[in-house]
């Protein structure tokens, strides 16, 4: 991996080197080397020595006394940065057990040639006036030192091939050293570290005859090298993943900070010339042996082969099942990743640049769509933007049955009711009472002899409008059933909750309406969550099509009027101001994490205590069951639930697209697969298969007594899993995950519904009103006190408990912010440890772009380009002119002498 760092402190970056033994001889200090043309116009070439590195570190001339780098020197300025490359496991242990220092080189290569890509991309800020804009510089002084050992764990140092490359805080303008701005390249690390990767596993493949084989999505090891050894020699990373875990740390940026944090001081008592007898003993002589032979074998044993158009493939279908606009450089991150061992950085990038994308922005900072997801857009657009006007009024003139309704609320019936658009939008925020209205439009309707279908993007929310009295369908279900399109010919389709539908499923539901003859109606709040898929289907109608949005937006959910103005002001993405009006009502707490969940869970007991319905969101899943762990402790504590346990095996499921769950790399033994779709091989809906192995490239799986490959065209058909096991007691909160049809004797489960549990003695799980389930055929459930934000779209509750600690700030976003807040009716409270970065966390999320957006600014683009070259072009022709009249000038001056008194020049 590739973790940078900025550092503040002088004295402790040189402190830091001082102390790591980088000056020392021995196999694990290494000699360091300057890099970057900045460092060689200081005339720092070679290895680097002590008095010249601090002086650097003190932002000073490295030989000229009294001489500063960068005019200012501020004592809370940036030092530098430090930018440390991880090999794997397996290359630590192989140069272990080999002492080939010729491993060490490949090492260093890969490193040296991805820390000039880094040196190309440095900038610095040009302040023009109150404006300022980032330069390129293209040049560091920069110091990088190869080491060979971790930090020791029980007192022995374990082999962990890494460098850190320090880049000081001055780059040359041209005219002078000035601060970098390290801020892009920090944001590309992601980039940079697959580059590295890559190139090391090239060299180590074609010089040491090596197998690569990729581990996950981000990371490789040596083919042969048992995962049990990689552990026995990776007690750091075990320290690390412990505390990480214990402290419900999942990014791995934290996790490297965390390394950081928990390290052990650098041990002296082991003389570095027996580490590698140490090392070797920690194996058995078999153990050993078949390691050897094991990497001899894997040389000529190959698995799966990407060649760099397959890498580039997926990358392409990965990076746009979930975004329509996607930066450059995380598609191409995505192919080295996929063709590691196998294609080349050179050989991705060549392919990269052979497709077709629509592009904005320089290399290093473009953001691309392709022409396809352009086009799927587009439809979309034309379909709303053609039915203006183009339909008959569905029931002017009706009367409104509900009287109680707001002026504002019938207004918006009666716009329904006679517009004459074949394709309408009802916009309203949370807890405006859009289903109110859409039940007064849909009635009216029906009474002028119009047929309604009421369709919703999920199974909650059909669940809603049945509590209305509809009898809806989910989409999917509409957009795959014949039977169902058929009675839907000629009549309205009314789709709620729009905002959370795709542009790829609004695009197969816009043909299905033209192929129907059928109007459209979407309802929906383009402010909350989008699909998980890619697009905002909601937010191109109405930005784009030019059909006007029916709105509605007086807030009726909150009770109290200043929670109401916060909840408004969040619903505009109005951060600043949502969150100061939320302070104001004392809703933020910001506590530690020893006291942050006990006093969520300490509130959430007392208000359900007192009769109030109560929600807990959390932004991950991670955050998620940690607060669900404490609040299940404080209920058992109350008696509100058993104490004693009973534990289930359950399945999570992988958040894979298509293009993830075709990829065998990402399998692993006692995962769990089930098909929704037939597959090739005899697989039915319904059946659930266990994967044995990986091998060959192929997902081998357990399938009616015989081991078969999965069927990865099949991919769109069928989820993956992974098992978990979850305690319950009675009296606890359940939460189904996924549908389940009902069988004869049983009751349809949806996904989404809670139930209080109550254990059978035959082993089943008892829901109430006679539903009950059998945990070993059904393992689809989960603690249900606790849920996303995502998943409680729809609810509404009395109050609601929001826990946000740091550890979620990567997923918070406007939107999270929006949802959490607008459920509540009477009270919200937020829990964080980290008031400010919360703040900062909400407001710096990047809105997702449409395909449109990003064309319409390249489109803005280049006719600005072409401007100003014609311009300049003017410019040019214009100094031309002026040019050749001062040559003719200059001429006819010269010639006068000879020429007659009253000859005239000629202009």
């Excluded at 630590?92 to 991309?121: C, G, P, Y």
């Excluded at 008959?392 to 609320?409: M, N, Y």
């Excluded at 309604?452 to 509809?470: I, N």
């Excluded at 762990?629 to 894979?656: N, P, S, V």
């Amino acid at each position: 991996m590739l973790r940078i760092t900025r550092q503040y402190s002088t004295a402790a970056v040189k402190k830091y080197y001082e102390h790591s033994d980088y000056y020392q001889e021995g196999p694990n200090a290494l000699k360091g080397y300057w890099f970057g043309v900045g460092a060689k116009r200081l005339g720092l070439v070679g290895e680097v020595h002590k008095q010249q590195f601090d002086r650097v570190v003190e932002n000073r001339h490295p030989f000229a006394e009294g001489e500063s780098l960068t005019p200012r020197t501020r004592s809370d300025r940036v030092v530098g940065a430090d930018f440390t490359f991880n090999a794997p496991k397996s290359i630590s242990i192989l140069w272990a057990l080999t002492q080939n220092h010729r491993i060490l080189d490949v090492v260093r290569e890969a490193v040296d040639e991805t820390l000039k890509e880094i040196e190309q991309d440095i900038e610095t800020r040009v302040h023009v006036g109150k404006n300022m804009h980032r330069e390129k510089t293209r040049n560091v002084i920069g110091a990088s030192w190869l080491h060979t050992t971790a930090r020791p764990e029980n007192g022995i140092p374990m082999p962990s091939l890494h460098v850190h490359a320090w880049i000081a805080n001055a780059t040359h303008d041209g005219k002078k050293f000035k601060a970098i701005d390290f801020a892009n390249v920090k944001s590309d690390a992601g980039f940079y570290e697959a580059r590295f990767h890559s190139r090391l596993a090239e060299r180590l493949a074609e010089q040491f005859g090596f197998s690569i084989k990729r581990q996950g999505k981000k990371w490789f090891d040596i083919e042969g090298v048992a995962r049990e050894i990689v552990e026995r020699y990776s007690e750091r990373t075990q320290t690390i993943e412990r505390v990480a875990h214990e402290k419900g740390i999942v990014d791995p940026e934290k996790k490297g900070s965390l390394g950081a944090r928990t390290r052990q001081k650098k041990t002296k008592e082991i003389p570095p010339a027996d580490l590698p007898h140490l090392w070797r003993w920690m194996l058995s002589d078999k153990e050993h042996t078949d390691l050897t032979d094991a990497v001899q074998r894997a040389g000529v044993l190959r698995g799966q082969h990407v060649d760099a158009k397959a890498a580039v493939d997926y990358a392409i279908e990965h990076g746009f099942a979930k975004k329509s606009t996607v930066k450059e450089r995380r598609l191409i991150t995505d192919a080295i990743w996929r063709g590691i061992g196998d294609a080349s950085v050179a050989a991705i990038d060549g392919e990269h640049k052979k497709r077709k994308f629509v592009r904005d922005g320089q290399a290093d900072a473009a953001w691309v769509t392709t022409p396809e997801v352009l086009k799927e857009e587009q439809f979309i657009v034309r379909f709303a933007r053609h039915a203006r006007g183009a339909a008959d009024a569905l029931a002017p003139g009706a009367d409104i049955t509900r009287d109680w309704l707001s002026d504002e609320q019938k207004q918006a019936v009666r716009d329904l009711w006679e517009r004459r658009d074949g394709v309408m939008v009802l916009a309203g925020k949370a807890g405006v009472g859009k289903t109110t209205v859409a039940t007064e439009v849909v009635e009216g309707i029906r009474r002028n002899g119009q047929n309604v279908v009421m369709l919703a993007p999920t199974t909650k929310s059909v669940k809603v409008l049945e509590k209305e009295g509809f009898k809806p369908h989910t989409l999917e279900r509409f957009l795959l059933d014949d039977k169902l399109q058929a009675a839907a010919s000629g009549r309205v389709l009314f789709l709620d909750e729009a905002g959370q539908v795709s542009t790829i499923d609004m695009a197969r539901f816009f043909r299905v309406a033209h192929r129907l003859n059928a109007r459209v109606i979407l309802s929906g709040d383009r402010f909350q969550h989008k699909a998980v898929e890619r697009g905002k289907a909601l937010q191109l109608v109405e930005l784009e099509s030019g059909v006007k949005p029916i709105a509605i937006s007086q807030i009726r959910r909150q009770e109290d009027k200043r929670l109401r103005r916060a909840v408004e002001k969040l619903s505009r993405g109005d951060i600043y101001g949502g969150f100061q009006a939320l302070e104001k009502l004392g809703a933020i707490r910001e506590l530690p994490d020893e006291l942050r969940n006990t006093q969520l869970a300490s509130d959430y007991v007392k208000a359900i205590e007192a009769g109030y319905s109560a929600l807990v969101i959390a932004p991950t899943n991670a955050e998620k069951d940690i607060v669900t762990q404490t609040i299940r402790e404080t209920l058992k504590a109350r008696g509100h639930i058993g104490k004693e346990e009973r534990t289930f095996k359950t399945l999570k499921r992988y958040d894979w697209d298509a293009a993830e769950r075709r990829d065998s790399q990402l399998y692993s033994a006692g995962d769990v697969v089930e098909f929704r779709t037939k597959g090739k091989g005899g697989f039915l809906p319904g059946d659930r298969v266990s994967v044995q192995e990986v091998r060959d490239g192929k997902v081998w799986v357990q399938h009616r007594g015989e081991t078969k490959p999965l069927p990865m065209t099949a991919a769109g058909g069928f989820a993956v899993y992974r098992q978990t096991e979850k305690g319950f007691a009675e009296n606890d909160t359940i939460r189904i995950l996924q549908n389940r049809g009902a069988k004869p004797g049983e009751q349809r489960l949806n996904n989404g519904d809670v139930f209080t549990v109550r254990f059978r003695k035959d082993g089943q799980i008892d829901l109430g009103n006679g539903v009950s389930f059998d945990p070993a055929t059904f393992p689809h459930f989960d603690h249900g006190i606790v849920t996303t934000s995502y998943s409680a779209q729809g609810d509404t509750k009395d109050q609601v408990f929001i826990a946000q600690s740091s550890r979620s700030f990567p997923a918070s976003s406007p939107e999270q912010a929006y949802v959490s807040a607008s459920r509540a009716k009477k009270n919200v409270q937020i829990y964080t440890d980290d008031l400010e970065g919360l703040r900062s966390a909400v407001s710096r999320s990047r809105p997702d772009e449409s395909a449109i957006e990003l064309a319409r600014r390249v489109k803005t683009g280049n006719r600005d380009r072409i401007k100003k070259q014609i311009d300049r072009l003017r410019h040019l022709g214009q100094r031309g002119r002026e040019f050749a009249r001062q040559q003719v000038r200059r001429m006819a001056q010269r010639l006068q002498p000879q020429m007659e008194p009253t000859a005239k020049i000629a202009r």
